[in-house]
């Protein structure tokens, strides 16, 4: 296959299209891979208008999931520079066979994050769910990149006194989901505020930040307007015109009357 181009997104199989990256370009991963829950896009339990919900959500089968993670983190890990890091992002479902995946493929983790949102499904038999986890990992600690002060220095300080840099670098994130209320949507997406914090902290303008399952475009649309180069892969077709129509109009939502951005 021949070499894909940066700035680009791809409506094709992600660990077929990323035989078409060289090894060792890659600054930054950051992804949300499928659930393996039987996941249905427009269920009602977060009070989502389904006309406005994308259709297609491709599932992966629980039983093939470890299989399938092997293989795109492998093409992962060829392609990603020593330099370079991956944030993925889980459920607690799939949370053994994506930390299996890692240890097997020899990715080292840097820490175990876990995203806060405001709320989850209402239970009736069990403890609400209202977490992700997110795991942080690259292939030489020594060499990635991390910038400690990218988002607070180190004299600034709440109206309290403590430490902002510090807090903003503990491993429990709290950061509401987005909802977009009157808008097109795909059924999932990570909030635009988690991936800049990534992006702060472990990329640079001009480095390049690869998303095998871009689903609705997010990372690919802010680190464009974060100035960070990005290539993506979307498998459902659906998706990735939503995610290309965003990118193209530089439109971080889409509804009626929506503008583009200045």
């Known amino acids: 296959m021949e070499n894909l181009e940066f700035n680009k997104i791809y409506n094709m199989d992600c660990i077929e299209g990323m035989k078409g990256i060289s090894n060792n370009v890659i600054d930054l991963v950051i992804t949300d891979p499928p659930f393996a829950i039987d996941f249905k896009a427009k269920r009602n339990n977060y009070h989502r208008t389904a006309s406005r919900v994308i259709e297609g959500y491709k599932e992966i089968p629980r039983a093939e999931y470890f299989d399938f993670t092997i293989k795109w983190m492998k093409e992962v890990c060829r392609v990603l520079k020593d330099s370079g890091s991956m944030y993925v992002f889980s459920g607690w479902n799939n949370l053994k066979d994506i930390l299996t995946a890692i240890d097997e493929l020899g990715f080292i983790t840097v820490n175990h994050i876990i995203w806060k949102y405001q709320f989850g ?142």
């Not at 180190?154 to 309290?160: A, H, L, Q, T, V």
């Not at 914090?197 to 475009?217: A, H, N, R, T």
Request: proline share 4%; net charge positive.
């Open 121 to 262: 499904v209402v239970t009736k038999r069990k403890f609400v769910t209202s977490h992700y986890h997110c795991l942080y990992v690259c292939k030489n600690n020594k060499k990635r990149k991390f910038f400690p002060y990218s988002r607070y220095g180190k004299e600034d300080n709440d109206e309290d006194g403590g430490s902002l840099h510090y807090k903003d670098k503990e491993d429990v994130w709290i950061i509401k989901r987005e909802y977009w209320t009157g808008d097109q949507k795909t059924p999932t997406k990570l909030p635009a505020e988690l991936i800049e914090k990534i992006l702060m902290y472990s990329s640079e303008e001009g480095d390049v930040v690869l998303d095998p399952f871009l689903g609705s475009g997010q990372v690919a649309i802010v680190s464009k307007m974060m100035k960070r180069r990005f290539i993506g892969f979307e498998i459902v077709k659906e998706y990735y015109e939503f995610a290309k129509q965003r990118l193209e109009n530089d439109m971080y939502r889409i509804s009626e009357g929506s503008c583009p951005q200045q």
